[in-house]
């Protein structure tokens, strides 16, 4: 058992983790900001020790992290994924002024392992599948703040000898995901008999199982690598076009409608290329996506279908979204 810390449980990535770290047994520290959205952990609330403070906060932070003491930190905390999620400030002080903070209050006491949540996005757009090692050309002001707490967190780890380790995310999509994202929407309208506003059917994307994302986090803090300061691209390797996602969808949820390809405008980070190149965790970590798209969805389906207030909430939430 570890004395866990972790940020970013009240998202979707980091909800997943947290019931993953109490099912292994850990003692479990959440630090999650004053007026956190509660939906996705009301149910694990009473298992875990809750700290609410403002990360930007060095000396509130650094001495939670103080009291705490935790051997493993899993740092999820982001803003600036989602197209709504555009102030430029909050952005920069979450990813990145954050993160610094974090870190050092964490040196202070010393850990184990720290493991950062880096991006696809860091890469920007490209022809290929880029390895880790590849020239960084961020598509987005959230990109060029992960791409920055990357480099700060390898640097780190070199000049102090300590294991702090980079995790960069593809598509992950599963259980907790946010109801105006594309699986979720798939879901929701799907059950109804209809697809949601769609971009073009070549727009493509590496979608990654978050039971698969999870392992990964827990592989990369199992195995200590003091002064690596190591980088690991986490998706499977496979593309997925829209079009693709949204024949699973028909198969799946037996939708009678057919798509309405366009409806919805193309974002400026789209791509028909976004893929991972996801050799080094595996060779590394021994890690390797285990649940094809079609299983995953299918596992997302019978997870919100599951429950009467999880569809509950994401039909209010999708209402209030569109």
């Known amino acids: 058992m ?7 449980a009240s998202g979707f990535v980091g909800a997943n983790l947290a019931r993953r770290l109490l099912k292994d047994g850990h003692e479990l520290h959440l630090l ?8 996705r952990i009301d149910g694990i609330r009473h298992d875990v020790r809750i ?17 705490i003491r935790p051997e ?43 493991i950062n949540t880096g991006s696809s996005s860091e890469y920007g757009a490209k022809s290929h599948a880029p390895a880790e090692t590849e020239f960084l050309e961020p598509n987005s002001h959230y990109a060029v703040a992960k791409a920055a707490a ?35 929407m798939l879901i929701l309208r799907g059950l109804q008999g209809a697809f949601p506003p769609l971009v073009a059917p070549d727009t493509a994307r590496d979608y990654v199982y978050v039971e698969d994302v999870v392992d990964a986090y827990l592989l990369a803090a199992a195995k200590i690598q003091s002064g690596a300061g190591a980088i690991y691209n986490v ?12 024949d699973v969808a028909r198969t799946v949820l037996a939708i009678p409608a057919g798509p ?17 190149d996801p050799r080094k965790i595996a060779t590394e970590l021994s890690w390797k996506a285990s649940v094809a798209f079609e299983g995953g ?3 997302t389906s019978e997870w919100f279908q599951s429950e009467p207030w999880i569809a509950a909430h994401y039909c209010a939430n999708a209402i209030a979204a569109t």
């Open 260 to 276: 309405a390809w366009g409806s919805m405008a193309a974002r400026e980070w789209d791509s028909s290329v976004w893929v991972s």
């Open 72 to 114: 493993w930190i899993f740092h999820l905390a982001a803003n600036g994924a989602y197209s709504w999620q555009n102030n430029l400030s909050e952005i920069l002080a979450t990813n990145l002024l954050s993160t610094i903070g974090l870190v050092e209050a964490c040196l202070k006491t010393g850990f184990e392992a720290f």
């Open 51 to 67: 700290h609410e403070l403002d990360l930007q906060d060095a000396v509130t932070a650094t001495r939670a992290v103080a009291s």
């Open 150 to 184: 990357s480099q700060f967190c390898q640097f780190t780890a070199r000049r102090e000898q300590v294991s702090i380790t980079t995790l960069r995310l593809y598509s992950a999509y599963g259980p907790f995901e946010d109801p105006r994202r594309l699986i979720p």
């Open 235 to 246: 998706g499977t390797g496979i593309q997925t076009t829209l079009r693709e996602v949204v």
């Open 297 to 299: 969805f299918r596992k």
């Open 2 to 8: 570890k004395r866990v810390l972790l940020t970013g």
């Open 32 to 39: 999650l900001r004053p007026g956190f959205q509660a939906w």
